[in-house]
């Protein structure tokens, strides 16, 4: 089971449509899969409520919610003990308390979804210095997650402004002790672009169930719109990528 971690310490930032976007492409995979609601603002587990209702959700998808750490660890317990999924999302509080200690005892990967702000390269640090620390609290480190950033709602055409954000976190040592930096940051090779899909996603249900609904109510020509193969070819683009962090990491 691959068990992924959605942190930043801040909102807004896209950690609830990254979980959502994975979800959709692992759904459309066949795989079972399950996700823990750990944010106060409960974003995910109220989508999977309307995907439901809507009927675009996935019987294969186990969801949960807590903000209790402990409870989060039972759970996760329980999802491992069972041996059927192949995915588990966690979906954090914004924020870089002790509890994401809990959490990240039981991550594999930990993605720090940002959009491309300086404001969000700048939360994006502070979340990877605070795994990073974690290393002097943790009885083993190399049995600490990966961190990646997930760049999130990027336009097709970078900005100047775009490109030299991205040169920064490839070319300069972000991540270790504020005043003596000595790591890069990691960025996922693969992005969320801005699409009205993810909108419609985040509004009413899983991708791929969507695509299926909208299919069967319309005739043959207008089957398939790009706007959504297009889309849900770019989320398996991010959980292959996911997936292979996980395999590399697992021949160290």
Known sequence: ???????????????????????????????????????????????????????????????????????????????EAEREVELLIIDTAGDASRDHDRIASITDLVLCPILLSKSDLDTARGTANYLFRMRDRAKDPALLPEFWIALNQVTPRATKGDAELIRTIHNYPLVGQSDDPVEHMKILPTTLQKREAYRTMDFEGLLGRKLTQHNESTQAFPRNPKHLTDAIAEADTVLDACFQIAKERSKR
Request: glycine share 10%; charged share 25%.
């Open 1 to 79: 089971m691959l068990t992924i971690s959605l942190m930043n310490q801040k909102g807004g930032a896209g950690k609830s449509t990254v979980a959502r976007a994975l979800l959709s492409a692992a759904d459309g995979r066949g795989m079972r899969c399950a996700f823990i609601d750990a944010d106060q603002t409960g974003n995910l587990a109220s989508w999977a409520m309307r995907a439901s209702e809507n009927g675009l959700w996935s019987t294969r998808i186990d969801g949960y919610q807590s903000i209790d750490p402990d409870e989060v660890e039972e759970i996760f317990d329980e999802i």
